[in-house]
């Protein structure tokens, strides 16, 4: 399992790439703040030095028992564990869960637009935070098309998303490519 997570994460190596979209995005660079993350909780969420959590605005990740959960988690790390990062705001501040919300940028790129390109997160829009949505949207059509990330480990050509009703779940994943492992 750790091969395969390891294969599919070198073939979309977390590094900046053309179709990335920079800071310097159509709507601007507003941050809120700069910390170092500490903690990766998954493919949308980190804690920073502060111990505060931080949901990414406007994406959406596989949760644990889902279709490549760990894949999103594992890249999200790569992106942006022990690293230090730009967060920008939108209209809410807080979640229900009274996480953080904000849009996550590191190395020169906005990693909720990253994570969303590469297949290893959905756009999300939830109103009033949509100031990307356009953007994000673009940016699962653009993984989508292309079978990318969960897209294409996922069963993701149907019109149906990842959701705990409708997704595969890591174990029929992990099930359904044994073969694939040497």
């Known amino acids: 399992d750790e091969e395969k997570v390891s294969e599919i994460l ?12 920079p800071y310097e995005s159509s709507q601007g660079r507003e941050t809120s703040s700069t910390a170092r993350v500490t903690k990766v909780i998954d493919g949308d969420t980190i804690v920073l030095e502060n111990g505060e959590t ?11 028992d889902e279709c490549f959960a760990r894949e999103s988690t594992l890249a999200n790390s790569q992106l942006v564990s022990g690293k230090e990062i730009s967060l920008g705001v939108d209209v ?3 979640d229900r869960y009274q996480r953080l919300l904000r849009y996550v940028y590191v190395d020169g790129i906005l990693a909720n637009d990253y994570l969303t ?11 009033p935070d949509v100031k990307f949505k356009d953007q994000f949207e673009s940016a699962e059509q653009e993984a989508r098309s292309n079978s990318i990330g969960l897209w294409s480990a996922c069963g993701g050509d149907s019109s149906e998303t990842f959701d705990s009703q409708s997704a595969i779940t890591q174990k029929q994943y992990s099930k359904s490519t044994a073969g694939d492992r040497d």
Not at 117 to 127: E, I, L, Q, S, V
């Open 117 to 127: 390109r590469h297949g290893f997160a959905k756009a999300y829009p939830y109103p």
């Open 92 to 94: 809410s501040e807080r």
């Open 54 to 64: 931080v949901r990414y605005i406007g994406i959406d990740s596989p949760e644990k």
């Open 10 to 21: 070198s073939t979309a190596t977390v590094q900046p790439s053309p179709t990335d979209r």
